[in-house]
């Protein structure tokens, strides 16, 4: 039951994500830095509801703040599967929707090096219309079952668990 209510909330984040994304977005922020920044909203929401529903139960030998920032670090790992899985279903939507010499003029201006092709994908992403909410939403889906294991077994872990001492 505890997954059940770590994928509410997570839906919940899901919907807070989205919603910011499309703020930040209507306030022109580049798409690749407004995934970042609704990622980031998404996860103090998420927060908030774990520690008040989900992991109810399991808050003891912890502070809220240890808690928040264990949360923060977890997330962020979950971010990080999440952003680069939006950037790269967000290439793989360019080239289905565009075609293959779309893709390859759009490639062309980064050269060959990986730290190039990298940094003109994050500076300049293709513009995918709607699409940006599916590789949103791919992002979300990948980086889900790492923040539930890793927020489970570490974030609300309790304290007392006995420490074995070999």
């Excluded at 996860?43 to 808050?59: A, C, M, Q, Y």
């Excluded at 992403?125 to 077994?153: E, K, R």
Aim: glycine share 10%; with cysteine.
């Amino acid at each position: 039951s505890r997954f059940i209510k770590f994928c509410i909330v997570g839906l919940s984040g899901v919907a807070v994500n989205l919603l910011s994304l499309s703020a930040f977005r209507e306030m022109g922020v580049q798409s690749s830095l407004a995934s970042a920044l609704a990622i980031q909203v998404s996860i103090f929401s998420n927060f908030g509801v774990h520690e008040l529903w989900t992991f109810r139960d399991k808050r003891h030998g912890r502070t809220v703040p240890g808690r928040l920032i264990r949360f923060q670090g977890v997330s962020l790992v979950g971010a990080l599967i999440q952003w680069v899985t939006f950037l790269l279903v967000g290439l793989a939507i360019y080239r289905l929707t565009e075609g293959p010499d779309a893709y390859a003029a759009y490639l062309a201006p980064a050269g060959h090096p990986w730290k190039e092709l990298i940094a003109h994908v994050v500076r300049t992403p293709p513009d995918i219309g709607v699409g940006i909410y599916y590789a949103q939403l791919g992002g979300i889906g990948v980086a889900t079952a790492w923040n539930f294991v890793a927020n489970f077994s570490w974030t609300w872990r309790s304290d007392t668990t006995p420490v074995s001492e070999e």
